[in-house]
């Protein structure tokens, strides 16, 4: 079964500074796409970015993109010019085609003015 | 709708008695996934459907949750007999497809059970 850790509970930033999420996996499929969800206290899970597991290029969204080490099953997330906005929770899921989202236990991310 | 559309938001029930749980999904989509989710926890799989069969039911706990999705629309998350640890909020999430290119999950606002 695939697994998904986040070895970072908690993370803080300064305003307009740059952090890094880390995020890794385990699985034995070649094929298969990497999603980074933030979570405010609304509840409401919201897509932040995603990478197929094929494409080399790292994906990027704006402020954010990943750093994708397939070898090492490694999938971090960096936000630069953070913003109050950014504070959340972030949570790093793994999916198989035709398979279940499998979540990461998640990071808290304080972002501080 | 525009998005997944959960009720109720809230529920609390009494120890021992049934919920259901209801998940409207965007329209079109054949994936349908709910997750439970303890405070300061990540999501945890429950069941996931594609269409009106479930394609993976490993996660449900125990026989006392069952889902179902008999239009391979509307789904509804039922528990029996509730216990104090079903307290948690219930996500549902939907997709386009089971996996692939399209494979982005949408997820709804949850329903917080709390079970007194």
């Known amino acids: 079964a695939q697994t998904v850790t986040q070895s970072q509970p908690e993370m803080s930033v300064q305003e307009a500074e740059t952090v890094t999420l880390s995020c890794t996996y385990d699985?034995?499929?070649?094929?298969?796409?990497l999603f980074w969800y933030k979570q405010p206290p609304s509840r409401q899970m919201i897509l932040v970015i995603r990478?197929?597991?094929?494409?080399?290029q790292n994906a990027t969204e704006n402020r954010f993109s990943v750093n994708f080490q397939k070898a090492a099953k490694s999938f971090s997330l960096k936000i630069s010019d953070s913003q109050l906005g950014d504070a959340a929770m972030y949570f790093c899921?793994?999916?198989?085609?035709?398979?279940?989202?499998?979540f990461g236990p998640g990071t808290r991310l304080s972002v501080l003015p | 709708g525009a998005g997944v559309s959960q009720t109720p938001s809230n529920k609390v029930t009494e120890k021992g008695k049934y919920v259901e749980l209801r998940c409207d999904p965007i329209?079109?989509?054949?994936?349908l996934y709910w997750y439970r989710q303890s405070l300061g926890q990540g999501p945890e799989f429950l069941i996931y459907?594609?269409?009106?069969?479930?394609?993976?039911d490993s996660g449900l706990p125990n026989d006392r949750f069952f889902a179902v999705r008999p239009e391979g629309s509307v789904s509804t998350l039922k528990i029996q007999r509730t216990e104090r640890g079903d307290s948690a909020v219930y996500l549902c999430?939907?997709?386009?497809?089971?996996?692939?290119?399209?494979?982005?999950?949408?997820f709804g606002q949850g329903t917080r059970l709390t079970v007194v």
């Open positions: 999430a939907s997709s386009l497809t089971g996996g692939g290119k399209l494979a982005e999950a949408f």
């Open positions: 699985t034995s499929e070649s094929d298969y796409y």
């Open positions: 990478q197929e597991a094929y494409k080399q």
């Open positions: 899921a793994y999916n198989g085609y035709g398979q279940n989202f499998v």
């Open positions: 329209s079109g989509h054949t994936a």
């Open positions: 459907f594609q269409g009106t069969g479930a394609a993976d």
